[in-house]
């Protein structure tokens, strides 16, 4: 069970701290418990509570009124939100997956994404919604309030609707196309910002060879000589240790000399001197701007 903070509720709900103390004190819709030095402590049931309340009040309805909820009913009021096609707060769809990832409510998941992705289409719902709920989830973890089940829940969920939609998309010939190799370090599994750019290189008329978790980058010699790809990209997240990370970059670029090479994640963002052909992504839309321009600058030579 997690614990947290007042300031832990706004940081993860987006309620001012102000405001929680007041609903708190008025209307008794949360019930911390104190600590021996007298300091407000609040548990999951508290958050899950909290967000769904946040839901419902950023949709127009009264804290007098959504105070006197029980939990199911706070809960059956949150689900028929979902139904409101004129909604365009995605901290409202954040919330609500913060609450069914608690609950570990598979079903309550996959209808929010469901919802968002028909509403905002797939790239958006991803870039607005899943995103940040995942960063959320972050802080969460950093706070002790998520367990791995919820963690491999949401994940496994993120990766299946990625795949799905990226099967969706129309195949592309990779002899009329920029091509990319895609593939992440040795050790390294956190796989969500690869698949979600190796959509968005394919809905954009891109070829890519997805080589996916876990590659030694000794195999990409040999694939590059057959594939002949145009640029390569790898998310470093976790792997390798910070320390290694100059040498795995200067690896890679002798590896693979005569391509662009694209790295992404936080490691990627340490302070070291880059190869010449090497380039840093700092954000998701930084990414998103360069498979824009270079599907533009391909079609242009084609």
């Avoid at 608690?102 to 309550?108: N, S, T, V």
Wanted: glycine share 4%; net charge neutral.
């Amino acid at each position: 069970m997690g614990h947290f903070s007042i300031s832990d509720l706004e940081q993860l709900s987006g309620i001012k701290a102000h405001t929680i103390r007041i609903w708190e004190q008025r209307y008794g819709i949360l019930r911390p418990v104190r600590t021996a030095t007298n300091i407000r402590t609040y548990c999951d049931d508290d958050l899950r509570r909290l967000l769904n309340v946040a839901t419902l009040c950023g949709r127009g309805y009264r804290i007098s009124q959504v105070a006197k909820l029980s939990e199911q009913e706070l809960s059956r009021a949150v689900i028929s939100c979902d139904d409101d096609a004129h909604s365009q707060n995605y901290c409202h769809q954040v919330n609500a997956l913060l609450a069914a990832m608690l609950a570990m409510d598979e079903c309550k998941l996959t209808q929010v994404l469901a919802h968002v992705t028909a509403q905002y289409g797939f790239e958006q719902a991803i870039l607005r919604v899943a995103y940040p709920f995942l960063q959320r989830i972050g802080v969460m973890w950093q706070a002790g309030a998520v367990n791995p089940a919820q963690e491999h829940l949401v994940t496994n969920l993120l990766r299946q609707k990625m795949m799905a939609a990226t099967d969706a998309l129309p195949p592309v010939q990779p002899a009329m196309a920029r091509r990319w190799v895609l593939f992440l370090p040795e050790r390294e599994m956190h796989e969500l910002a690869l698949l979600f750019m190796n959509y968005a290189l394919r809905a954009r008329g891109h070829h890519v060879l997805y080589l996916g978790q876990n590659l030694p980058i000794t195999e990409l010699k040999p694939v590059c000589a057959a594939y002949q790809p145009h640029a390569a990209l790898t998310v470093m997240t976790a792997v390798p240790e910070r320390h290694e990370v100059p040498g795995f970059v200067q690896e890679l670029s002798q590896l693979c000399p005569d391509i662009d090479l694209y790295l992404y994640g936080p490691l990627a963002q340490l302070d070291f001197v880059l190869p010449a052909n090497t380039a840093r992504l700092g954000l998701i839309t930084d990414f998103l701007a360069l498979a824009d321009a270079t599907a533009l600058s391909a079609a242009a030579v084609t």
